[in-house]
């Protein structure tokens, strides 16, 4: 495994899962950002800072933000307007790449969001199915987990909301032709499904962290490469970014603490 260097001493684990999220947006162009959860949103203004210039942001509303206000400040100059019906558009023609969240995942990439439970009388009721189906199936989408365990991590969905590599494959070709899952980040590593039967695999551990926590964490067997690397360090620069002007109040350590 590699390691560190100096940054590495003073960045916070929070700051890894940063720059991890900022990575799922590298080299895409003039693509939608829609990040689900404070540390994505720090991750998408920080690439949009950085290596990402033309990514799009919005308010989290309709605005598209021509600046990049710290998270939970107000845009200070606006350059459009993102109704609900345009939204869709960008979805539907793949020029948006969402980092969703997770109740549930499993080694295909398959995400629940809806039950947990039985469907017909489940033990706990989430948010729903929402737009995952769509926005799986249309544009490329990446998760954000910030506790990374068993419950999470699963053998199998109880519901599948975000649709998953196998079942994408048992669908067909209308399913698979737009179909892509990038990344999963969580405050223990990056993972994604760069294997031959689309399964999950981990690709770096943050630092501090060692291949047996994330295997105990896991509720199914993961790829583990031979060599696993460490979480690419924040830039003296992206750390100065992230705790001066994008997230001055520290809020990126409430959703993981040190």
């Not at 590495?8 to 947006?25: I, L």
């Not at 919005?58 to 993102?82: F, K, N, Q, R, S």
């Amino acid at each position: 495994m590699s390691g560190g260097g100096a940054t590495a001493a003073t960045a916070t684990r929070a700051e890894y899962c940063v720059v991890a999220c900022a990575e799922v947006w590298r080299g895409a162009g003039e693509v939608l950002a829609a990040p689900m959860g404070t540390v994505p949103a720090i991750g998408a203004r920080l690439a949009r800072l950085t290596f990402s210039p033309d990514l799009l942001l919005t308010d989290g509303e309709a605005l598209l933000m021509a600046d990049v206000p710290a998270v939970g400040a107000p845009p200070g100059v606006v350059e459009g307007w993102l109704p609900y019906r345009q939204h869709l558009a960008l979805v539907a023609s793949g020029r948006r790449h969402v980092m969703m969240g997770a109740s549930q995942l499993d080694r295909f990439g398959n995400q629940n969001i809806s039950c947990i439970g039985d469907w017909e009388r489940p033990r706990r009721q989430l948010l729903g199915v929402r737009g995952a189906p769509v926005n799986t199936l249309n544009n490329p989408t990446s998760y954000w987990v910030p506790r990374h365990s068993t419950r999470v991590f699963v053998e199998r969905v109880d519901m599948v909301c975000g649709v998953g590599y196998d079942r994408a494959a048992a669908a067909g070709p209308t399913a698979t032709r737009y179909h892509r899952i990038a990344d999963v980040v969580t405050d223990l590593g990056v993972f994604d499904f760069d294997t031959p039967d689309r399964t999950m695999r981990l690709r770096s551990l943050h630092p501090g962290v060692t291949v047996g926590q994330v295997t105990r964490a896991t509720g199914f067997a993961l790829t583990v490469p031979d060599e696993v690397p460490y979480t690419r360090e924040p830039s003296a620069g992206e750390l100065r970014l992230i705790r001066e002007e994008i997230d001055p109040e520290g809020l990126r350590d409430r959703e993981v603490p040190a």
